[in-house]
C-alpha cells in the first residue's frame, strides 16, 4: 500500500498541475461577452415576451420600456407593436403570449385592428 501512494500521489499532482496549465494558459476558454441586441431573433421576441409577462405582472411601463431599451432598436413601441403584428400574423406562438404582446403594445400606444381581437378585457390590458 505504501509503495502504491509513493507512485499515486506525484501523479495525481503531476496531473493536476498538467492539467491546470493546459486549461489555463496554453488552450484557455474562449469568451465572447455579448449583450442582448445580439441575440438571434427568435431569442429576442422570447425576451420581448418575458418583458410584457412583466409588465401585464406588475403595470410598470417605465421599467419594461428600460428593460426593452437593452435590445437596442430605435423604437421601441414600434418595435413591440411589428413583433406582435408578425408573431399574430404567423401564429407561432401561444394566444397567452399574444395576449401579454397586446397588452404591451396597447400600453405603449400601439394597439393594430389586428391586435383587437386579443384583447384580455379581464384585466390583462392595463
Known amino acids: 500500500m505504501r509503495r502504491f501512494l509513493q507512485y499515486m500521489l506525484p501523479g495525481l499532482v503531476l496531473g493536476g498541475l498538467l492539467g491546470l496549465y493546459l486549461g489555463w494558459f496554453q488552450f484557455p476558454r474562449e469568451t465572447f461577452r455579448g449583450g442582448m441586441a ?13 418583458i410584457a409577462a412583466g409588465y401585464a405582472a406588475d403595470g410598470d411601463l417605465p421599467g419594461a420600456l428600460d428593460r426593452l431599451s437593452r435590445l437596442r432598436v430605435d423604437d421601441i413601441p414600434r418595435y413591440v407593436q411589428r413583433l406582435t403584428d408578425r408573431v399574430i400574423a404567423s401564429s407561432a406562438r401561444d394566444i397567452r403570449d399574444i395576449r401579454l404582446l397586446v397588452a404591451l403594445a396597447r400600453a405603449m400606444g400601439r394597439l393594430t385592428p389586428a391586435m383587437e381581437p386579443f384583447l384580455d378585457l379581464r384585466g390583462g390590458g392595463r
Open 38 to 50: 445580439d441575440l438571434a431573433g427568435s431569442f429576442r421576441d422570447d425576451y420581448a415576451v418575458m
